[in-house]
């Protein structure tokens, strides 16, 4: 099953509003979260890095007051984009080491449409 | 920075036959790990290979091996034995990892679709 849990896995909202998504670590800790944007028919971009217990590291290019990442706990890490707009909708995928078992997992990623 | 090139948009082989992807990156590093990612309609990113550059040994994995020559700086799939579920776009990946640990981020190619024919 999966190991690493994103949520939703698509959102509709209008322009103008935040969403929410948030990247679970189902079976172990990770105090290190990435999260990554991927348009349509294109690769997957780094966006940032979540730090557990301080600030995330944010990508050349990437709004950080755009797309606010808290990293609060050692399993949870979350993505919400501020103000969304048009150009906001993607899909975005999380991913989590699990340097225990030295293994990177990935979330099932979330489709956002931004109307 | 590192950068990952992968040349082929798209590739297409029949069921059964064997086909190569291609890759090249560029890094001034000696230490760091290169992947190759199959990610299905379903868009789920699912690891195929993983290559450490320290080996000289070629990775496989069943009908996947990778042909890695770090002089040239060349990570290329190849499939044997093609299957219908084989058909998916596919990353290639590099990794660098740091002393301290803990930058498991990845620099991906642009892709290669893959259709497999029946």
């Known amino acids: 099953g999966a190991v690493v849990s994103q949520h939703p896995s698509w959102v509709i909202c209008k322009s103008g509003t935040s969403v929410k998504i948030e990247c679970r670590s189902l079976d172990f800790q990770a105090t290190t979260m990435f999260w990554y944007r991927q348009f349509p028919k294109q690769s997957l971009m780094l966006m940032a890095t979540?730090?557990?217990?301080?600030?995330?590291?944010?990508e050349q290019g990437v709004e950080k007051d755009k797309f606010l990442i808290n990293h609060a706990s050692l399993t949870l890490s979350t993505l919400t984009v501020t103000s969304a707009h048009p150009e906001d909708s993607s899909f975005y995928i999380c991913?989590?080491?699990?340097?225990?078992?030295?293994?990177?997992?990935f979330g099932s990623g979330t489709q956002l449409s931004v109307l | 920075a590192q950068t990952v090139t992968q040349s082929q948009p798209e590739m297409s082989v029949q069921e059964a036959e064997t086909v190569t992807l291609s890759c090249t990156y560029d890094?001034?590093?000696?230490?760091?790990?290169l992947f190759w990612y199959k990610q299905p309609p379903s868009r789920q990113m699912i690891l195929v290979i993983r290559q450490e550059a320290y080996k000289q040994q070629n990775a496989t994995e069943n009908r996947f091996s990778v042909n890695f020559q770090k002089a040239a700086k060349s990570f290329s799939l190849k499939i044997s034995d093609s299957q219908l579920g084989d058909t998916a776009m596919y990353f290639c990946?590099?990794?660098?990892?740091?002393?301290?640990?803990?930058?498991?981020?990845?620099?991906f190619g642009k892709g290669t679709k893959l259709t497999v024919n029946p």
């Open positions: 990946a590099f990794m660098k990892p740091t002393a301290q640990g803990g930058s498991e981020k990845l620099v």
């Open positions: 979540s730090n557990e217990g301080s600030k995330a590291t944010y």
């Open positions: 890094t001034s590093e000696n230490n760091y790990y």
């Open positions: 991913s989590a080491p699990d340097r225990a078992r030295g293994k990177l997992f």
